[in-house]
Structure formats: C-alpha cells, structure tokens
Nanobody
Framework: QVQLVESGGGLVQAGGSLRLSCAAS????????MDWYRQAPGKERDIVAR????????YYADSVKGRFTISRDNAKNTLYLQMNSLTPDDTAKYYC???????WGQGTQGTVSS
C-alpha cells in the first residue's frame, strides 16, 4: 500500500501563490504517473494536473492552465504543484494520487481570500 502525504496548503490573498508537496512512500515512484486533484465544498473532486513518471509529459485542466505547474523529484519521491495567480475559485482541498492506484492522501487545504 502506498502512502501519500500532502502539505503546503494555507491561506493566501488573491493573486498570491502556494506550493504544494506530496511525499510518497514505497519504491518505484518514478514508474508512476501522478495526479493532483482538488475538491471544493459541495463539489466533486476534479483533476487539476497530471505528470508522467519521468516528468516529460504534463496535463492541466483548462481552469489552471498557465497558472499552475506540476513537477516531481523522483530522487525524493515527491510531487509538487506550484500555484500562482490564485483566485478565490481555487479554494479547495488538494489531493495527490498515483494514476494507476486507488490510494488517496489526507489532502491539504488551500484557501484564497478576495
């Protein structure tokens, strides 16, 4: 079973930035594509970004394209999400996930004030 631990959330003003991290346990981290999801209160959990195992390929939801950057450090078994130009619509709990597995971390809350 893989353990995923998200961190880096917090409260920022609109226009600000947050950098989220996801530490993964276990071996073969670099073999897995990874996703960031988010879930706002009363809404479904939606994908935000995806990155391939070697980091060469990425995908972004239209709502974050140009503002968010997904990256990974396979030597540290860590996934990142750099979030810039934040708006209140980005307020959500953010989760990381291995594409091919069902495990979720506990999430980290990001709140953007107007």
């Amino acid at each position: 079973q893989v353990q995923l631990v998200e961190s880096g959330g917090g409260l920022v003003q609109a226009g600000g930035s947050l950098r989220l991290s996801c530490a993964a346990s276990g071996r073969a981290f670099s073999a897995y594509a990874m996703d960031w999801y988010r879930q706002a209160p009363g809404k479904e959990r939606d994908i935000v970004a995806r990155i391939s195992g070697n980091g060469a390929a990425t995908y972004y939801a239209d709502s974050v394209k140009g503002r968010f950057t997904i990256s990974r450090d396979n030597a540290k078994n860590t996934l990142y999400l750099q979030m810039n130009s934040l708006t209140p619509d980005d307020t959500a709990k953010y989760y990381c996930k291995i594409l091919s597995k069902a495990d979720w971390g506990q999430g980290t809350q990001g709140t953007v004030s107007s």
